[in-house]
Structure formats: C-alpha cells, structure tokens
C-alpha cells in the first residue's frame, strides 16, 4: 500500500436520501487522478433510490424563517471554513487538482454560503400603488416570492467538486426549496461531506438527497419527473443540449461551457497581460469554465508577449497534487490529458509553434504554449479544458472583435488596455456575459450575476442573488389601500 493509501482509508459513501444513508452492491471507483489509487467508491443509485428522493423533496414544505435559513447557512459556512483543510484535501485527491487550488476553492465555498445566509434576511418584495393615473384605485399591490411546489433537480461538473454544488443548494436552501443533487461521477465526495455538514448545521434532511450513478440509468427520471419544476445544470454543451430538449416545461438554469479570450491591445502593460493570461490559463489546472482559453495579441507586442507568457508558463511548478508547493496538479483523467495534447499536436502540424510544454504523463499534462495559432485550428475552435495557452495575433480592434465572437460559445472575456475607446466598444461588442477589464475571464464575487450566452446558456444567471431569483415563483396579492 502506497503512503497516500496508507494516510487515507479508502472510503465506501452512501447516498444521502433525505439524510438516510443508502449503500448499494453496484458502486463507482473514485481514484486519485495522479497515482491512480483507489480513493473511494460511491454507490450506484438505482431508478427506485431517484424517485423516493424525487417524491420526498416534491412533498415536504419548507417552513423554515429567514432567520433559521440564515442559521444553518452561516453554521454551515463556519464548519467549511473551520475545516478547510480536510476538505481541500478530499478534492484534491478525487479531482488532482493541486492544494493550492482547492483550498481557494474552500475558501470560496464558505463565502457563498455566508452571502447566502445574508441574503435570506434581505426582504424581496416590491409594493406598488395604484393611484398612479387617471383611472386608478386606491389600492396597493404586493410581490412575494415562494419557493417552487416541486423540487428541484441539481447537476454539477467535475471541475469545482464543492463551489459548483454550493451555487446550486445554498440559493434553494436560502429560499425554503428542496433539492436531488447528483454531483459529476467522477468527483462526487465533495457533495457528500457538504451534505453532512449542512445536516449537521441544521438543515431538515428532506430539503436535501444527494445521489450518484450512471447518469444513463437515472439522469432521465431526474429530467422528466412529475415531481421535479426545475433543472439547474453545469456542465459541457452536448449534455445541456440534451437536457434543454428533455426537461420540456420545466424551468431550466444552463450553465454551459466556454471558449474566453483574454484579448491584449497595443498599449497595453504586458506583463500584467502576460500574468493575468498565464494565471487564467493554467489556475484549476485550466478547467474553469471561464478560463482563458484563447489568447488574443495585438501583433505590435505579440512578440514580448510570449516572451513573457514563456517565462511565467515555465515557472508553474506542476505535478503531485498533494505537495502543497506544487502550482498546478493534473488534469481529470487520463482521456483528457491525451485530448489536449492531440489537439496541441494537430495545431502544430497545421503550423502552430510549440514554445512551452505539451508533455503528458498519465493525467498529468504541462502547462502548453502555442504560438501561431489560427481561429480555425481545434485547439481554439472547440473549447480545450486544460492548461493550454494558444496565442492569436491580430491587426487591430475590429479583427480582436471578430475573432473573439468568432467561436460558438459567449461565457466571459478579459481586455488590457487602457484606452477608454477600446474598453466602451469591447464591453458593447463582445457577444458575452461578462467583460472584465484588466482582470481574468473568471473574475466575479459569489454574488454577482454570472452566466453566458449561445452555446454557453440561456442566459439565465448564476450567482447567489440570480439563483435565488430562478428559484422562486413570484406571487402578488393586492389589498384596498
Ligand atoms: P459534463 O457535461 O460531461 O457532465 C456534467 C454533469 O452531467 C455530470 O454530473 C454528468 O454525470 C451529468 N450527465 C451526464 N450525462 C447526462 C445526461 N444524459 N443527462 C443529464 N446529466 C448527465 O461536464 P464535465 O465534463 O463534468 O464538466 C466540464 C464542462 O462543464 C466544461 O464544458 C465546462 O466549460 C463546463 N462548465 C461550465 C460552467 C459554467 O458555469 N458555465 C462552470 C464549470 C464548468
């Protein structure tokens, strides 16, 4: 038996069905990404465990106050932050991603939490009058927001174990709803212990169940349920096509992939750029949504540019994701890394200059500098979720625009520059959600609005606030005045 093995027994989860938990003979291996190890396994659900969590969560009435909702969200936020550590280390052994990363992601976490339980003492609703004309009454009308009759179904990505599941079941407890999660199946610990913690933090279990399997055998029911008025999923565009298609009239929140460019015009300070690009890129070992996944360099200075995108992808220490110097771990799984590293190998025959990287061991992939890249080339075209990162030179402003909403996805986008023509036209004319200027794609607060548009969502948002908004119906009443 390895150390790894050695500190950490390997774990055999249960499924939390209204905080019941449920073994089953059929499970799912989990293994460290890095070594391969045998981490945990976590039952496969069967159709029968999906529709008791389903009816559960469609029957029970939240009656929680504000102030209790504000209670358990806060003492749950406190148990996170409190074990930070420990946490971080289950994801990184279910995900490979570095120490580093994942206690940032923690970190996170708990903030989501604590904006959620403030946000649950925020009164939402608005009072109209209505002798405002001519023929009006002198009466008033009221809004109240109630959480929705049926439950709420919740799938999340392997990418942030615990930040993906957090932004969906903080906002629905805040909001008295009640929740199936199903988190990805290749890291679903984190779910697990966020669901013991928000049990032990007072949550009624009936307003959580936390399921795994074979999304083939039980993703269906979760989509097609009588019981279930609303599906939030992030994750890759084929499955949330999928879903948009099957969950028909249920409220859907699509959070889909994305393509960022960081674009960096002429006058801009590069090695701010150079740091911001490389930090984009190869954070979360480059499997954020909002990474960036395409470097957009004024030809002027695309030259020190790379240089110095060379010096900082260097100077990344990558590999075991437990040592807690390293910068960056390994990607999720063996499949991914052999991807991006065929699709650096095909941009290379097509012309693209490898300057850094595309070394590949196991899961394992080297931060990957291309130059010469082309819009058209696959790296770019498609969304490539490692830490790649494929320079594009361009002429000018208008050439920047057109390459940037040139591909199919509208997530975030970042400029350099500090010219003000630049920064009013590029927040005008990037087809996106967000633009940040200065900053990373990924950039945001757990409460701002965050979602993309074309292949990257509908447009509905995330973010505590908007979450909470999507999860409710909006009644109003109106009385004699
Ligand atoms: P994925 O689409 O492969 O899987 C996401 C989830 O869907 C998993 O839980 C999976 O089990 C489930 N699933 C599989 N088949 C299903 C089916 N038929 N019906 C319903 N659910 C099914 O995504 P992934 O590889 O885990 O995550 C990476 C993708 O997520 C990337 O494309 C990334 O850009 C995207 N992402 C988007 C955001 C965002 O907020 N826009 C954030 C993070 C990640």
């Keep these: ?66 102030h209790e909702r504000y209670r358990i969200l806060m003492k749950a936020g406190e148990i996170v932050a409190a074990r930070r550590d420990q946490i971080a280390r289950l994801i990184t052994l279910e995900s490979g991603l570095c120490l580093k990363d994942t206690q940032y992601e923690v970190g996170r976490a708990s903030d989501v939490l604590l904006f959620a339980a403030n946000q649950s003492l925020v009164d939402d609703g608005q009072v109209f009058s209505c002798d405002l004309t001519a023929h009006g009454k002198s009466r008033k009308v009221y809004t109240l927001k109630e959480p929705l009759l049926g439950a709420i179904t919740a799938i999340t990505p392997f990418n942030h174990p615990l930040n993906q599941v957090i932004h969906k079941v903080a906002p629905a407890v805040a909001t008295n709803n009640r929740v199936v999660l199903k988190p990805s199946e290749k890291t679903p610990l984190a779910a697990y212990a966020l669901a013991d913690i928000l049990y032990e933090a007072g949550l009624p279990p009936e307003m959580l169940s936390v399921v795994t399997g074979d999304p083939r055998e039980i993703a269906d029911e979760m989509l097609t349920s009588d019981a279930v008025d609303l599906v939030t999923f992030t994750g890759g565009v084929a499955i949330g096509k999928y879903i948009a298609a099957k969950a028909a009239y249920k409220r859907q929140v699509l959070e889909l992939g994305g393509n960022d460019p960081i674009i960096v015009m002429e006058d801009a300070d590069i090695d701010e750029a150079a740091t911001l690009a490389a930090a984009g890129s190869y954070k979360n070992s480059g499997q954020r949504c909002t990474a960036v ?13 790379v240089e110095l995108l060379v010096e900082k992808t260097k100077a990344v220490k990558y590999g075991d994701p437990l040592d807690p110097k390293t910068d960056m771990g ?7 890394a052999k991807l991006f590293e065929s699709r650096v190998n095909e941009a290379i025959a097509q012309g693209a200059k490898l300057l850094a990287g595309n070394v590949r061991r196991g899961a394992l992939y080297s931060p990957t500098v291309l130059d010469n890249v082309r819009p058209e080339m696959t790296v ?28 199919a996805f509208g997530l975030s986008s970042a400029i350099c520059t500090n010219r003000l023509d630049y920064i009013t036209r590029a927040v005008q004319e990037l087809n996106v959600g967000t633009v940040n200027v200065r900053e990373v794609p990924g950039y945001r607060l757990e409460m701002t609005p965050f979602g993309g548009i074309k292949d990257s969502g509908l447009g509905y948002k995330e973010g505590v606030l908007e979450a909470m908004k999507s999860f409710c119906n909006t009644k109003t009443y109106s009385l004699p005045w």
Excluded: C, W
């Design 1 to 66: 038996m390895s150390a790894l093995l050695a500190e950490q027994p390997v774990l055999h989860e249960s499924l939390r069905i209204a905080g019941e938990k449920v073994s089953r003979d059929r499970v799912i291996e989990v293994r460290h990404p890095y070594t391969g190890e045998l981490v945990a396994t976590v039952p496969k659900a069967t159709l029968a465990d999906v529709q008791r969590a389903l009816k559960i969560a469609r029957e029970y009435r939240a009656k929680l106050t504000r």
């Design 330 to 336: 390994t990607v999720i799984d063996e499949p991914a």
């Design 293 to 305: 996944k395409r470097m957009l360099v004024h030809e002027a200075v695309a030259d020190r540019f």
């Design 380 to 407: 770019v075209r498609e969304e490539t979720f490692g830490p790649v990162s494929p320079v594009i030179r361009f002429k000018d402003f208008e050439d920047a625009m057109r390459i940037a909403n040139g591909t």
